[in-house]
């Protein structure tokens, strides 16, 4: 399986920036190389905030401002940016499944784990790992549900994850499941 980040180096000088969106401030993180980090900010018990070695450069995320404006402008459906996570190799394998999920689709904690040549009790460990996922939004961890179709635990807030399934064309029932969360298994090879 490869990759989608480039590999961590010794911690360069980290940079930062604030952006606005329609799910709140999110905090912008990297070098110059890629980007490292995309918190939401102001999301109660798990909100990210600035560390003081940081330092604020304004504009220098440009590029992942303007895919981000398209994004909840509906007419980005794919990211194209350099990403350097810092993780465990286990997270950064689950990680690197989450970005192969398609714009609108979900797929279950359990689905995740099969991906990964898991058995069914490795999805406690990919919640985990779903859970530090240092990158929101374009490693797209809002995309992993239960496998009932319920929006369990997600750190920006279950309201955000709901916003976002919504935008992305997600179907919800009875009980706010998502309809058809995880694809049939026909469907599921196209995701992995």
């Keep these: 399986m490869t990759s989608p980040f480039i590999p961590a180096e010794p911690l360069p000088p980290t940079w930062y920036d604030i952006v ?9 993180t990297g070098d110059e190389r890629a980007l490292g980090g995309l918190f939401m900010m102001d999301t109660g018990g798990h909100s990210m905030t600035v560390a003081p070695a940081w330092t604020r450069r304004a ?3 440009a ?19 350099p990403l350097a996570p810092r993780g465990t190799p286990f997270q950064l394998a689950v ?20 991906a990964l ?8 460990a990919v919640g985990l790992a779903n859970g530090r996922n240092p990158i929101s939004l374009i490693v797209p961890c809002h995309r992993v549900i239960g496998a009932d ?9 279950l309201d955000r994850k709901e916003w976002l399934l919504r935008h992305e064309g997600a179907v919800f029932g009875a009980g706010g499941r998502v309809r058809d969360a995880v694809p049939a298994p026909s469907q599921q090879a196209a995701l992995w």
């Design 59 to 61: 504009g220098m995320f």
């Design 117 to 124: 040549g898991k058995s069914p009790v490795a999805s406690r």
């Design 149 to 157: 179709g319920s929006l369990t635990g997600y750190g920006g807030g």
């Design 63 to 81: 590029a992942v401002t303007d895919q981000l404006a398209e994004y909840f402008a509906g007419s980005r459906t794919e990211f194209d940016l």
């Design 20 to 28: 606005d969106s329609p799910v709140g401030r999110l905090l912008v």
């Design 95 to 114: 990680w690197t499944e989450l970005t192969r999920i398609p714009y609108g689709a979900t797929v279950s904690y359990g689905a995740v784990a099969a």
